[in-house]
């Protein structure tokens, strides 16, 4: 077999086994430190790697389309590897080619072609490319850079011998969808694709997100320490960040903080709004960890908590703990979707005005990837629940006041025989932080 030097097997040579997740149900799952040590067996990202090209090999293999055009950085990522900055998530100035079972291309911003070259040396130096296209449009299509690729995308495809399959696309602008079009090829979608693939987690990507959650576990602790009157949500934001850069996290994606009159209808941001005694408060973290996200809600009383905060609590749990008890391989999504009280019965006239309020979503290198958990579309396109699969499922209960409420959510990795919940700070019942 032929090797790189001194380095892992090139990436077209996987064989069956890296398609194989390496799951071992133990006691619990472990939450290993961040390091790299010689005394513990933790990450191991070649293998963490080569099963994920293989897992989007299977998934293209079992579609019609040949090849993949990717745009999507978390699909970049996912079958190349490579990751030069949260700042350009949303630049779409990389792309990623993948055809049959040849090695991922991949065009990247000036420089850092360069550095994957260097580093990066699972992939094929040739094809480490330099490319942009239009940067969310700031580059005009006249200039000519979307012909130019796409040109050199379709030589690659036929030199591949794909060209007379569709190319799957995740998402693009709309003049490079034009662009390639006009080379003859036949775009499809290619996020389906990609999703396919990633909806089964293996074992190092179960501790990855492991490890993401137990850095939310510590910010939990520091919010219930900090959170008393006259702080402000923008401030516990601001003490959530630099706790989680300072673990490790590289992306702090957002952390929603609501409270007060606010918390009624569920406004999804954070303000400057001074907290006071008695107020209901609800937080989510959203951040991740060499990539792996987590999405984690927990609510708190400051002081002390009316009767409808407390019951607008236990109700929320219930829900939760409902819908954890019918996470298992095999089962559908509705089923899940069904243990949660109905739009009407939270007040709303139909369930696209509460979707997102009773909610599972997978985990992964994206906030949402499969499956979602939603009386909105669960009862009448249900998914199969699967071992390896890691979500979240979060809940939310109106107080009878008028305006507090309660937002729980879990994270929850499904095993052979269930689940296992991720998310360790307690909220079996409500926290009360600095009680009077």
Known sequence: MSERPG??????????????PNWEWRDKL??????????????????????RLARTRQSLQNSEAGTLLLFDVNNIRYVSATKIGEWERDKM????????????????????????KRHSDWLEPSHCLAGVVGMRGTIPPEFG???????QIAGLIRDAGMGDMPVGVDYAETAMFHALQQEGLNVVDGQQIMLAAREIKNTDEIQLLTQAAAMVDGVYHMIYEELKPGIRENDIVALSNKLLYEMGSDDVEAVNAISGERCNPHPHNFTDRLIRPGDQAFFDILQSYQGYRTCYYRTFNVGRATPSQTDAYTKAREWIDASIAMIKPGVSTDKVAAVWPTAQELGFANEDQAFGLQFGHGLGLALHERPIISRAVSMDHPMEIKTGMVFALETYCPATDGYSAARIEEEVVV???????????????????NRY
């Open 7 to 20: 380095n892992a097997l090139m990436p077209n040579l996987l064989t069956p086994m890296d398609l194989q």
């Open 30 to 51: 472990p939450a290993h430190g961040h390091m790299s040590v010689d005394f513990e067996r933790r990450i191991d990202h070649d293998r963490l790697r080569r099963y």
């Open 93 to 116: 100035c990389r792309f990623c080619l993948l055809t049959g079972d040849d090695s991922p291309y991949v065009w990247d911003f000036g420089s850092a072609a360069e550095h994957h």
């Open 145 to 151: 850079l979307m012909q130019k690729y796409a040109k």
């Open 415 to 433: 095993t052979e025989n269930g689940c296992e919940v991720i998310s360790l700070f307690p909220a079996e019942e409500l926290p009360i932080a």
